[in-house]
């Protein structure tokens, strides 16, 4: 894979993802392989597309590069001779998705995020899983050989239906497995880059299943340090899985508290668990509606401001992408990182088929799963549970199959704590109607 010569194309469709945008692109140039690379960019939104381009052009600009920006709202002129391409959109903006979260919250189901399961989460993957449909159609024509690397959510639902839908190299990414071992490396006091782990799971539900510095087990140390009162007060939600499940998750206190019954139920729990925490989402009800509600009125002021600042951080972060795309197609450095895979065999006591987030290495060849993995028992119950339930929505959208969304929403752990059976039936009708215009391809829309 990593043997063609000259510069390489870079395609980012949902360029207007513009701080996404932005951090990729300076992390592409931190590798000598790609300074003389093209970057297209696309976008629905003129506007936002614009500004991602001068964005894109001020970092190219301040590191002295070579490297070439386009920008345009026509995918398909983009994609053509594509090496890479970085997918990162949103089916509607806040108007269509807030549904997602307030219908809900009138049958009793609190919700923080809603962007990777439960009934919000599998209503923004029946909108985006058509678009994303569309994109690999045209990657198929115009550009079959490119590494397809996706950061759009629902992850781990996308990435199931897209690999039944092509054969294309089609990689789901996510920052919570490096995010969290640097937050966890900082509780322990040990650099982030010698903190050792294998993590295993579903995106957005994956565990650390060891956890090791300079060859020593870090697990007991990690029990202790917990106990301090400024790492308990940090995450709330986490901490406690932490206690009573004995490994430690990747995603924040917010996030975790939608994949379970336990602490969203009732006002007293989201009182104690999700309303206090100092992590960046603790469990706010409607959190990131909120977020983006808000920077609707904010986001072309600071990214102005951005642009207008003379000093410009070229260093390169922390997601995987440039990484990815210079071990595949730069020096050919091996990168070891956690992809979004379907399962083959790679974690044993989840279904085959579901996507899965496990260890894997990207070098010239590719990105190949590095081992096999068997959660332990009480891990295993409760992650298989949700990956059976983002099959049974990935089926629903491939038969155009109302029931199904039904069906995988009826036993959803939060729903199903807070409301009886007629409700979630009810509550599912609310939602197919409300999305009606996004739906045409299924058979019905009556449950």
């Known amino acids: 894979m990593g043997d063609?010569?000259?510069?390489?194309?870079?395609?980012?469709?949902?360029a207007g993802s513009?701080?996404?945008?932005?951090?990729?692109?300076?992390?592409?140039?931190?590798?000598?392989?790609?300074d003389s690379c093209e970057i297209a960019l696309v976008d629905i939104n003129e506007k936002r597309l614009s500004y991602a381009k001068q964005g894109a052009e001020k970092i190219i600009n301040a590191g002295g590069h070579k490297a070439v920006v386009s920008a345009t709202t026509d995918?398909?002129?983009?994609?053509?001779?594509?090496?890479?391409?970085l997918i990162t959109v949103l089916q509607g903006g806040v108007e269509v998705w807030r549904h997602d979260i307030e219908i809900p919250k009138k049958y009793g189901v609190d919700i923080c995020v809603g962007d990777t399961r439960g009934p919000s989460g599998i209503f923004r993957f029946l909108r985006t899983a058509p678009v994303l449909k569309e994109i690999i159609r045209d990657i198929e024509e115009l550009c079959p050989d490119a590494v397809i690397l996706n950061y759009?959510?629902?992850?781990?639902?996308?990435?199931?239906?897209?690999?039944?839908q092509t054969d294309l190299k089609v990689t789901g990414l996510c920052h919570s497995v490096q995010g969290t071992a640097a937050m966890l490396a900082g509780w322990l006091k040990v650099p982030p880059e010698e903190l050792k782990y294998r993590c295993v799971g579903i995106n957005h539900q994956a565990f650390y299943l060891d956890l090791s510095y300079q060859g020593k087990d870090m697990y007991p140390a990690l029990r202790e340090a917990v106990k301090r009162p400024e790492v308990a007060g940090e995450e709330p939600v986490r901490i406690e899985m932490f206690k009573y499940l004995?490994?430690?998750?990747?995603?924040?206190?917010?996030?975790?508290?939608?994949?379970?019954?336990?602490?969203?139920?009732?006002?007293?729990?989201?009182?104690?668990?999700?309303?206090?925490?100092?992590?960046?989402?603790?469990?706010?009800?409607?959190?990131?509606?909120d977020e983006y509600l808000e920077r609707e009125d904010t986001w072309e002021k600071e990214y102005s401001d951005w642009l207008k600042e003379e000093k410009t951080d070229l260093e390169r972060g922390e997601e995987y992408a440039s990484n990815i795309f210079n071990a595949i197609y730069g020096d050919n450095e091996p990168y070891p990182f956690n992809a979004n895979l379907r399962n083959n065999g790679y974690v044993t006591n989840i279904d085959n088929g579901a996507c899965v987030e496990v260890p894997v290495i990207a070098d010239k060849n590719g990105i190949e799963v590095?081992?096999?993995?068997?959660?332990?028992?009480?891990?295993?119950?409760?992650?298989?549970?949700?990956?059976?339930?983002?099959?049974?929505?990935?089926?629903?959208?491939?038969?155009?199959?109302?029931?199904?969304?039904?069906?995988?929403?009826?036993?959803?752990p939060l729903t199903a704590s807070v409301?009886?059976?007629?409700?979630?039936?009810?509550?599912?009708?609310?939602?197919?109607?409300?999305?009606?215009?996004?739906?045409?391809?299924?058979?019905?829309?009556?449950?």
């Open 18 to 34: 513009l701080d996404f945008t932005r951090d990729l692109v300076r992390d592409l140039m931190t590798f000598p392989a790609f």
């Open 152 to 164: 759009t959510n629902p992850m781990a639902m996308l990435v199931s239906y897209l690999q039944t």
């Open 4 to 14: 063609k010569k000259g510069s390489r194309k870079f395609v980012f469709i949902g």
């Open 75 to 85: 995918r398909r002129e983009a994609l053509k001779d594509a090496d890479g391409v």
């Open 246 to 289: 004995k490994y430690f998750s990747t995603e924040s206190s917010g996030h975790n508290s939608e994949y379970n019954p336990w602490f969203r139920k009732r006002p007293d729990l989201i009182e104690k668990y999700c309303t206090h925490g100092t992590g960046w989402n603790p469990g706010k009800y409607a959190y990131i509606l």
């Open 370 to 412: 590095q081992g096999t993995h068997t959660l332990p028992p009480q891990l295993g119950a409760l992650v298989s549970h949700s990956a059976k339930l983002e099959e049974m929505a990935v089926q629903a959208v491939i038969l155009g199959e109302p029931d199904l969304v039904f069906q995988a929403i009826l036993q959803d």
């Open 419 to 447: 409301c009886s059976m007629e409700e979630i039936h009810n509550m599912v009708q609310e939602m197919l109607e409300k999305n009606a215009d996004y739906l045409s391809y299924f058979k019905s829309l009556k449950i």
